[in-house]
């Protein structure tokens, strides 16, 4: 950062003071038009946090018009949402229109969205702590890229966080800590706004002291803004240093109920408390009571000067956390009051704060209305001389040639799971750009996920390069795994949300470095769901990666029941921004990947999720490649049933043998029995789904998949699906026609044993499958 002269540096704190003063006008103003102001047709409160921007504005003006470079990339604490679009409406990159329908259809959205606000966001809050953490990983990221050539490191950003205190209580921020202590990460800032208040309460003073010796543990440097200038002039007169010592003393509170009850309570508590200090009445006797207030709450945080100060003095890549104490309710008559997270200004006192600042009525959206002229101009051309102004769009990043096809792995038997461990090694070794695109990840098990043969082809990923000791020794080892700049896997401790971010990081590296990279990562299946919040946000932000849950399902017998998934399948139909496909054999699996690393590039492309299983089977022939489109579309039928058949079986995954046995067995008492193959009940339903709805949107309304398929059946046949998992994923197929249906599946918790008595005592084998189609026949 360049250094300013002192004349300079003084007029750029007047310009953010001013900054300051019109961000928070203008956050306060768009949740009050939202409240008070805009027609309710449902008589539900519109909400906002008024409180919360105003203890940020500061911090953001600081951050956002002196300290922040082009290639910085931030992640703004949820409830500060306005404030943000108040910067960029200042810029002229946010419309009158959308704030007047903040939390409306089309306007600004409750929290600062990458894939629903219209304005720059680099990163999508809502969910707290997963904002802050995600930075971590996308400074790790950006190390990656600069390692593999792929980004100079002249052009290496910083990854900013900025969070509420309440954030602090999230257990993924401290799961996050220890994985960026073992990457070494660098060039990340976490900005606390130290307000002290949470939803419910004062936070407890105990905890926060604590925070100075985990962070610097994990290698941050801590730096705490406590007072501002003002405080600090003020400190150095007599008794000031007496003043210091009370309010650092003075519990949180206290001191926010005091900030409440303005200064005729302040001078009452101070006098009581140290006013036979000396010189201690003299100091207090200086300010009257109004300027007694402002000097109480001149914290760190809402000091422009000290923020800007603090901000250049960390100018290197060392990870930082500022604390940066806060009033909740800054400069408003909420401040301080602890039930102020969730409140808002009434219309009298919102009259009474446009009045304050010179805002006549009618133009409370000018940007910078109630300024003189001078200021005014002033003001606009120092926003539009920032480098936030200059901040490049997003760059396109190009895309990576996929293969034709991807070759099937050579076996009669196998796992789908051993399919992709395969594939992946032959995309490693193929020479192709593919293979140096492909980034993995899994925390902690990608030896049983089948990554091993990757890594060792390719390394794991450090910054400085790591020895492998065993193989220094000539120890015989499965695991060749150096460790150096170039490596292309990142692993993880067992912490599934520290996956789901990094994959999160992994996938939006297209969009904030201008690089592509085609994520991996792999985990057990049932353990998703402990992830379950990371990779709805990652999904939610539109991020692209390749997850695979594996092993799953009732397969992995012996593991039980904690390791045997049962509602994933529901999840990946569930989860929006996510495909999920379910292979049963060794070259579905080389069709989906294929499609998957296409499909995370394109425009309208998402993420995709294969569940896979450690259960070899063996394989089948096929005559042609003719089944291949329609197992990319979800489904297609493995054994075509008659025209006007009277009975099919439907089933996923590595329940196949079973399902071929059983069909074997009543082919010859139901002639034309149909056997379909739903390869994705994902694309299946949602495809249905699309039809209904287009039906009553005037859109094209041709069949969907699923009903084409199902055409070819009787109106009055039945189904029975089967899939090792929740029955509920495959059930639905019987809505499409109105048909019969007889489900099978999991749903309940698994226990230990063989596939041939977990397959019997839960209801999914061979003779299963025959009482099912007995069923619909005597119903």
Known sequence: MTTKTNNNTSNEMQMLELLESR?????????????????????????????????????????????????????????????????????????????????????????????????????????????????????????????????????????????????????????????????DIRNCWWVVDYNRQSLDSTTADRMFRRFDDIFETCGWRVVT????????????????????????????????????????????????????????????????????????????????????????????????????????????????????????????????????????????????????????????????????????????????????????????????????????????????EIGNRIVTTAPDVTQTTNLGAFVNQRGLFRRQEVADVFQQAQIPSAQKWSAHGAGQHIELGIAENNFFLMLTSMGLTAPHFGTRLLPVGTVYDPFIA??????NYGCYQDARFLLVGTPSGLTLGPEGGAHQSINTPLIGIGQPGLVYFEPAWADEVALMMRWAFDHMQQKDGSSTYLRLSTRSIAQIERDND??????????????????????????????APEVLQAYDSLVTDIPGLGLMNVTSPDLLHRGWSEQRASRWEGRDDSPCHA???LDQLSPDAGLITVLDGSPSALSWLGAVNGMKVSPLGTDRFGQTGDLPDLYNAYRINESAIIDAAAELFLA
């Open 530 to 535: 402990r992830g379950l919040d990371a990779l």
């Open 23 to 183: 961000l928070r006008w203008l956050s306060s103003w768009t949740v009050h038009n939202a409240n008070h102001i805009r027609e309710k047709r449902d008589g539900l409160k519109v909400g906002g946090h008024q409180a919360s921007c105003s203890s940020m504005t500061a911090i953001m003006a600081a951050l956002y018009f002196h300290a922040l470079r082009p290639q910085d990339k931030v992640a703004v604490k949820p409830h500060a949402g306005p404030v943000l679009h108040a910067i960029h409406y200042l810029l002229g990159n946010q419309t009158q229109e959308k704030l007047e329908r903040f939390r409306g259809l089309g306007g600004v959205q409750s929290y600062p969205s990458r894939t629903k606000d219209s304005i720059p966001v680099d990163f999508s809050t809502g969910s707290v702590g997963l904002g802050v953490a995600v930075t971590a990983f996308s400074s790790l990221m950006q190390d990656y890229l600069i390692a593999h050539g792929q980004l100079e490191e002249s052009d290496a950003g910083r990854m900013i966080a900025l969070m509420g205190d309440a954030e602090l209580d999230e257990g993924n921020i401290y799961e996050c800590l220890i994985e960026a202590y073992k990457h």
């Open 225 to 432: 803004l406590k007072y501002g200038k003002r405080q600090q002039a003020a400190f150095n007169k007599p008794g000031g240093k007496t003043l210091e010592q009370w309010i650092e003393n003075c519990p949180n509170a206290d001191f926010a109920a005091l900030t409440y009850q303005g200064g005729k309570a302040w001078r009452k508590r101070l006098v009581k408390d140290i006013g036979n200090k000396p010189n201690v009445k003299k100091l207090l006797a200086g300010f009257d009571d109004d300027t007694l207030a402002d000097l109480m709450t001149n914290l760190g945080g809402h000091c422009v000067e000290t923020l800007s100060d603090a901000f250049d003095a960390c100018d290197d890549d060392r990870p930082t956390l500022f604390i940066a104490y806060t009033v909740k309710g800054f400069g408003l008559p909420l401040a301080g009051h602890k039930d102020n997270h969730s409140g808002m200004m009434n219309p009298t006192q919102m009259d009474g704060y446009r009045k304050s600042l010179g805002i006549k009525r009618g133009s409370e959206w000018e940007a910078y209305g109630g300024m003189g002229d001078n200021a005014a101009a002033q003001l606009k051309a120092f926003v539009e001389d920032s480098a936030l102004a200059q901040h490049r769009s997003e760059a396109t990043a190009p895309t990576v040639a996929i293969p034709e096809r991807f070759a099937v792995p050579a076996g009669d038997e196998q796992s789908t799971q051993a399919a992709f461990g395969k594939i992946l090694l032959n995309l490693a070794k193929s020479g192709e």
């Open 707 to 709: 009903k084409r398929l």
């Open 626 to 655: 003719d089944w291949e489109a329609d197992a990319l579309k979800g489904a297609y039928w493995l054994r075509q049933p008659a025209e006007g058949a009277e009975a099919a079986i439907a089933f996923t995954g590595a329940i």
